[in-house]
């Protein structure tokens, strides 16, 4: 489980946050001291498709997993955490995600886990 202190404590905060920059990495590891952040990009989707919006969905999922990280079965406290984590970084994803839809905004969604 990547940082499983700061999941386990309690303090597993995740927040979707607009990020002005763009990156060529669908999900890029970014690292702001003791924050972890996933961004990801959407510049190169086509978001008024169908196909572009799941495409964008399978991103935001694999950097949720990536951002959270994962705890081993023997771990209830831990997998908890994680679940939590998850759900609160997908709600918080999908928020932005559909700003962007509505505004037609190809800028990247940024994940952060503190």
Do not use: W, Y
């Not at 404590?9 to 607009?18: I, K, M, R, V």
């Not at 008024?48 to 994962?70: H, T, W």
């Not at 406290?77 to 932005?96: D, I, K, P, T």
């Amino acid at each position: 489980m990547k940082k499983p202190l700061m999941i386990m404590t309690g303090s597993a905060l995740a927040t979707a946050a607009l990020f002005f920059a763009s990156a060529p990495a669908r999900s890029a590891p970014v690292s702001t001291g003791t924050e972890v952040v996933r961004v990801v990009t959407t510049a190169d989707l086509d978001l008024s498709s169908e196909a572009g919006r799941k495409a964008l969905d399978r991103r935001i999922g694999r950097a949720v997993i990536e951002l959270c990280g994962q705890a081993s079965d023997a771990d209830l406290v831990g997998r908890n955490a994680v679940s939590e984590c998850r759900e609160e970084a997908l709600a918080q994803a999908h928020q932005v995600r559909d700003q962007r839809l509505a505004l037609r905004s190809a800028e990247p969604i940024q994940l952060a886990l503190r």
